[in-house]
């Protein structure tokens, strides 16, 4: 006579046996090689194919569902039909290496149905980069000329300081060109060498810019137009940037201590809701915590806002001012983060962004 223990005991064996033949019968997608390497190759070979081959090392029909790719890897086809246990399929892909010098790791994910429901296998070498034609080297055209760039960035400068920079070109045509230039900001002085570019050579836009020619603090912005032959062609505008920040670092520890120091009382203004068209106004209130007298060197407002002056733009320790800033949502719809950057002689933060968000409303 079988007693409860007994019959728990077969029961529980009986399911285990019968778990374990259920998951023999599972179809399973097993890869010999789970990544390729395609060691060094260049560029210029084109594109690059391999052939994953998977078996069905399960027990009922194995079907690929889906084969998720991305970085430059195409999917060109895989066994769609069902695979029978013990059989393989093929998933054919293709690596496109244009424009990516260096090595690469990608991963490809494979959705099967069966135990597993999916694999990662992985498509990895390294690309030799191909030499670059003049046209890639110098993307911006001006009628017969290339340029490196169409942007001239002096990136941070001191006030006050001379700085130089060139510009690489090369002439690409059939004539020679002579270069000469146009609406050159008072600061700036350019000249072309060589001033005539034969066939095929290269020259340099030779640039320098006197800051201390300049009232300005943050980011200025100008430009200049380059003539080929004497003449305006289109799309020949260069443009000329520099970040004018103070130097702080020669500054000593006791010069740090008795600094400046620029406190808001908020940094953030948010205006709600309100109907296109309407303007808001809110005062960033701002106070000198610190030891020495604070000057606001320059006020910046961001498209759609308008900062005033504030009273005071020189504070002694322990004195509060206010910049009003107006919105006027014409013309705008939707979420607004609207920005407004405070330059001023605080070695800590000599740059701080205020900002107005809100929703403006159509209806």
Known sequence: MWSVKSFTLVSLMFFIGFLTHSQQKDASIHFENVQHNFGSVNESDGILEHNFIFTNKGGQPLIVTDVQAGGGISVVRWTRSPVLPGDSG????????????????????????GNPSSKVIRLLGEIIPREKRPVELYPREI????????????????????????????????DHLHLSFSNIPE???????PQKLKPGEKGLLMTSYDA???????????????????????????????????????????????????????????????????????????????????????????????AIEPQKTLLKPGETSSIKTV??????????????????????????VLRVTGEVLTE
């Open 187 to 193: 600061h700036v002085t350019i000249s072309a060498v």
């Open 143 to 174: 009628g017969s000329l290339r340029l490196r760039s169409g942007h001239i960035s002096f990136g941070s400068v001191i006030p006050g300081s001379f700085n130089s920079d060139s510009l690489e070109v090369i002439n690409l045509s059939d």
């Open 90 to 113: 093929t998933i054919k892909l293709q690596f496109n290496p244009e424009n990516k010098p260096g090595r690469f790791n990608r991963s490809i994910v494979v959705s099967a149905t």
């Open 327 to 352: 919105f006027n949502s014409g013309g705008f719809s939707g979420r607004q983060s609207k920005g407004i950057t405070v330059i001023s002689n605080d070695p800590f933060s000599p740059n701080i």
């Open 212 to 306: 201390g020619q300049l009232n300005e603090w943050g980011v200025v912005t100008n430009h200049f137009r380059i003539l080929i032959n004497g003449l305006s062609e289109d799309r020949n505008i260069i443009y000329i940037s520099a970040n004018i920040q103070e130097d702080f670092s020669t500054l000593s520890n006791e010069a740090k201590e008795r600094a400046p120091v620029i406190s808001f009382e908020e940094t953030v203004f948010n205006f709600g809701k309100i109907k296109q068209g309407e303007s808001i106004d809110h005062d960033f209130v701002f106070s000198n915590t610190g030891e020495s007298d604070l000057i606001i060197r320059r006020i910046r407002s961001g498209c759609g806002c308008t």
